[in-house]
Nanobody, 123 residues
């Protein structure tokens, strides 16, 4: 089964930067769309950024201009570069890998999640 593992979280002061990593093991990484989500205490999970194997990316409005998602297909990794961090960015960040397969007229979805990694931004 595909395994997803985040790394690089920690504590940073407001205005600082962090770079999260995510390694996707197993499967065919080049076929996966990879994304980052986050969830703060007492809040629902929210979308942060996504990129596909062609490096086409989409960002949530609240991180545009500050965060950059990238991937290295050769290393089966995806990263999230976070700049100008704010206390509101404090959350558990989750890496997500999704692929779909068409077999005849049936479409199958495979959705894998990491365990999450903590990012804390102090005032």
């Amino acid at each position: 089964q595909v395994s997803v593992m985040e790394s690089g979280g920690g504590l940073v002061q407001a205005g600082g930067s962090l770079r999260l990593g995510c390694e996707v093991s197993g499967g065919t990484f080049g076929r996966y769309t990879t994304a980052w989500f986050r969830q703060a205490p007492g809040k629902e999970r929210e979308f942060v950024a996504v990129t596909n194997r062609y490096r086409q990316s989409t960002y949530a409005d609240f991180v545009k201009g500050r965060f950059t998602i990238s991937r290295d297909n050769a290393k089966n990794t995806v990263h999230l570069e976070m700049n100008s961090l704010e206390p509101e960015d404090t959350a558990t960040y989750y890496c997500n890998a999704v692929t779909t397969t068409n077999k005849g007229w049936t479409r199958y979805k495979y959705d894998y999640w990491g365990q999450g990694i903590q990012v804390t931004v102090s005032s």
